[in-house]
T-cell receptor, first 115, second 113 residues
Framework: AQKITQTQPGMFVQEKEAVTLDCTYD???????LFWYKQPSSGEMIFLIY??????QNATEGRYSLNFQKARKSANLVISASQLGDSAMYFC????????????FGKGITLSVRP | NAGVTQTPKFQVLKTGQSMTLQCAQD?????MSWYRQDPGMGLRLIHY???????DQGEVPNGYNVSRSTTEDFPLRLLSAAPSQTSVYFC????????????FGEGSRLTVL
């Protein structure tokens, strides 16, 4: 079985500052993928970034980067230069192989960006 | 650019009524799935399909049925709605059964009275 843990309470960040959203995971699969999704108040799920377990480099997509520490089983999302539009719920998710190929989500973290 | 289309977006049911949430994707994706989202619970997998004619249960399948007669469509059926099924439902698809990100529909908000 695989598990995603997001335990931070609601996060607050000042506009233009960087923020890190924590995610730890547990799996027995040697190969897996880690994902972050954003859910704004309008409700849609927006894919942000992907990290493969065998990727040598940390993934980056614009202002989003994934701080992947495999030994610690953590996949933290870093948002640089926060914008007001970054205020949303953020979900970490993982997808393994075989019986664990279904995407498993954490419970999410609410981020509020202050002007 | 339709992507994943869910209907209806909003529905109110009475306990015991039945209904079907429709999901269609036009990306020729093999994998389709249904999630429900409840406050503080994240997204939980209800049922999924790795291809036409193949379905399987997820984490919370009770009270829901699915079928996959075509690659494009993956309807979710509630045979006898219960208040515990009040939730936001998301359909999602991906190109392969074990690869890539999920593409989500806009969600369907269901209230069971």
């Amino acid at each position: 079985a695989q598990k995603i843990t997001q335990t931070q309470p609601g996060m607050f960040v000042q506009e233009k500052e960087a923020v890190t959203l924590d995610c730890t995971y547990d799996t027995s699969d040697p190969s897996y993928g880690l994902f972050w999704y954003k859910q704004p108040s309008s409700g849609e799920m927006i894919f942000l970034i992907y990290q493969g377990s065998y990727d040598q480099q940390n993934a980056t997509e614009g202002r989003y980067s994934l701080n992947f520490q495999k030994a610690r089983k953590s996949a933290n999302l870093v948002i640089s230069a926060s914008q007001l539009g970054d205020s949303a719920m953020y979900f970490c998710a993982m997808r393994g192989t075989g019986a664990n190929s279904k995407l498993t989500f954490g419970k999410g973290i609410t981020l509020s960006v202050r002007p | 650019n339709a992507g994943v289309t869910q209907t209806p977006k909003f529905q109110v049911l009475k306990t015991g009524q039945s209904m079907t949430l429709q999901c269609a994707q036009d990306m020729n994706h093999e994998y389709m799935s249904w999630y429900r989202q409840d406050p503080g619970m994240g997204l939980r997998l209800i049922h999924y399909s790795v291809g036409a004619g193949i379905t399987d249960q997820g984490e919370v399948p009770n009270g829901y049925n699915v079928s996959r007669s075509t690659t494009e469509d993956f309807p979710l059926r509630l045979l006898s709605a219960a208040p515990s099924q009040t939730s936001v439902y998301f359909c999602a698809s991906s190109p392969g059964w074990n690869t890539g990100e999920l593409f989500f529909g806009e969600g369907s908000r269901l209230t069971v009275l």
